[in-house]
């Protein structure tokens, strides 16, 4: 018999659909402090011009006036920065355990940061359609919450814990989900150039019934994914490049009808190539980015006829059917707002497209920095 176009895969009437929970937070998108410096010196500046080309180190650092003129590789780090003028220029990046900022003109932009280690919390809405006479569609809420790392100017690590509720609606079932997942990942940023990474590990455990019948089912699955990109920033655009791997397992189980459903494994790679940029503005005493990204995807991996379709939180649908391509474009925008010296909050937007296939997501971020 032909197969249909697109079919969302079911344990029962041969067309299952499954929702994998793993975690990979995109693009990692708050940049972690640095501990405190083993420096003694202080550095104060307030007229002429200063280029920072490497890393400079300090014990108190404070800037009243003239230009700091900071190269890819530079860097200014201190254990307490305080900041009542001056002009930044170039790639600035200082970061300290106490930066308290009254003042001067950051239109260049860069990277502010204050403390050694912190916690931050994430809250996420995300729809999903797929189109066609066997679609489906989804609804997402959930919410992650990690701790963050940094012990030196240029490395930071952290792990966390996600959890996620769904529910999917197709023409034959509704199904429930719950999923748990763990994650750790780091980020290794010498200077322009960076590259990070994520690990998570996920168990899912699904309730389904039948739109006709009433009949029930209850399944679980496990899923294993890591991330990897790597890019380089030139002033307010940053190009970068990386890969993806998503395993689900489903494991076997006695459906409603009495019928043993064998386990099925799913692995997908995926190559990820895009641009993001993004500005530092300065409104008062708070730091203002805003942030647009686009990014093309394929999946140059997977099953025939199938694909693990993962959304901005980690969620993931192993769907079936010809209709859902290997190409696929992602765009993203958000802003994010250093209120004071140590608290980030921000609002995003991240939406992946293929034929016939959309979702969309809603986030809200807020970190602290110790």
């Known amino acids: 018999m032909k197969q249909s176009k697109a079919t969302v895969i079911k344990p029962i009437m041969r067309s299952r659909t499954v929702l994998n929970k793993c975690l990979w937070l995109n693009a990692l998108a708050f940049v972690l402090c640095v501990p405190a410096v083993q420096a003694f010196d202080d550095f104060s500046f307030s007229s002429g011009e200063k280029v920072i080309s490497g890393k400079e180190e300090y014990l108190d650092v404070n800037i009243s006036g003239g230009e700091l003129r900071f190269l ?30 009254s003042g001067g003109d950051f239109s260049a932009g860069g990277d502010y940061t204050a403390g050694s280690a912190s916690v931050w919390a994430k809250g996420m809405y995300n729809k999903a359609r797929l189109s066609g006479e066997n679609g489906f569609n989804s609804d997402s809420t959930g919410f992650a919450a990690g701790v963050e790392y940094h012990n ?3 490395f930071k690590a952290g792990f966390g814990y996600v959890y996620t509720v769904s529910g999917i609606n197709t023409t034959w079932s509704k199904t429930d989900a719950d999923a748990h997942s763990g994650f750790v990942y780091g980020e290794y940023k010498p ?12 168990f899912s455990k699904y309730d389904e019934k039948t739109r006709l019948l009433g009949l029930k089912s209850e399944y679980d699955t496990e899923t294993l994914a890591f991330q990897a990109l790597t890019g380089y920033m030139f ?4 190009p970068e490049a ?40 300065r409104l008062a ?5 805003p942030e647009a990204k686009i990014s093309l995807t394929y999946d140059f991996q997977r099953e025939d006829f199938k694909r ?8 993931s649908y192993v769907v079936e059917g010809e209709s859902l391509k290997r190409a696929g474009v992602e765009i993203g925008g958000g802003v994010s707002v250093k209120a004071g010296s140590h608290t980030d909050i921000g609002v995003s937007y991240e939406g992946k497209f293929k034929k016939d296939y959309a979702d969309h997501t809603g986030l809200l971020n807020i970190k602290y920095n110790f």
Not at 72 to 78: F, M
Not at 260 to 271: H, P, Y
Not at 308 to 315: C, E, I, K, Y
């Open 242 to 281: 990386g890969i993806r791997y998503t395993k689900a397992f489903q494991k076997s189980y006695i459906n409603a009808l009495g019928v043993k459903m064998d386990n099925q494994k799913l692995e997908t790679w995926t190559g990820v190539v895009g641009m993001k940029v993004s500005k530092d503005l």
């Open 152 to 154: 030196d100017d240029s």
């Open 308 to 315: 693990t379709v993962t959304l901005a939180n980690g969620s």
């Open 191 to 202: 200077s322009a150039f960076y590259i990070n990474g994520i690990l998570s590990y996920g």
């Open 72 to 101: 890819n590789t530079g860097r200014l780090l201190a254990k307490n920065i305080s900041i009542s003028g001056g002009t930044f220029s170039g790639p600035v990046n200082m970061r300290a355990n106490n930066l308290e900022i």
């Open 235 to 238: 002033g307010l655009l940053t």
């Open 285 to 289: 005493k708070y730091m203002i980015t």
